[in-house]
C-alpha cells in the first residue's frame, strides 16, 4: 500500500515539476550549452577576487559605522573627541565584523555575477548598492 502511495506521489511530482520546467525551444541552447565552462569558470575567478574585495569594502564601511555609533553613545556623532574615542573602541569591531560579512558578501557577488556576465568589470568590482 505504501509502495503505490509513494510510487504515485513520484509520478505526480515528476508530471507537476514538468509543467513548470522552462523551454528550451529557442536556437541559444548550443550557445548556453557552449558556454558553461567559460562562465563557470569566470564565476570562480570572480568568486577569488570577490572574496578579499568584499573583506575590504565591508570592513572600512564597518569601521566608520562603529565608530560613529559609539561616538553617538557618547553624545556627540560628529565631534572631534567622540570620534577619537569611537575609532578606538568601537572601529576595531566594526572592521572585524564588516570584514566577515564582506567574505560572504564578495564571494556571493563573485559567483553570481561572475556567471551572469563572465570576465567583465562588473563581475570584478562593487556598485554601490
Known amino acids: ?37 567559460w562562465k563557470v569558470a569566470g564565476s570562480a575567478v570572480s568568486t577569488v577576487i570577490g572574496c578579499p574585495e568584499g573583506a575590504v569594502k565591508d ?19 560628529d ?15 566594526g572592521a572585524l565584523g564588516g570584514a566577515a560579512y564582506g567574505c560572504f558578501d564578495g564571494t556571493w557577488h563573485g559567483m553570481k555575477t561572475g556567471y551572469e556576465k563572465p570576465f567583465t568589470k562588473d563581475s570584478f568590482t562593487f556598485k554601490d548598492e
Not at 565631534?79 to 569591531?93: K, V
Open 1 to 37: 500500500m505504501r509502495n503505490k502511495l509513494a510510487s504515485s506521489l513520484m509520478l505526480a511530482l515528476a508530471l507537476v515539476g514538468t509543467l513548470v520546467a522552462p523551454s528550451f525551444a529557442d536556437d541559444d541552447t548550443f550557445k548556453s550549452v557552449v558556454m558553461i565552462p
Open 59 to 77: 570592513g572600512t564601511r564597518g569601521a566608520i559605522k562603529a565608530s560613529k555609533w559609539v561616538a553617538g553613545k557618547l553624545g556627540n556623532e
Open 79 to 93: 565631534g572631534t573627541y567622540q570620534l577619537w574615542f569611537g575609532s578606538i573602541l568601537g572601529g576595531p569591531a
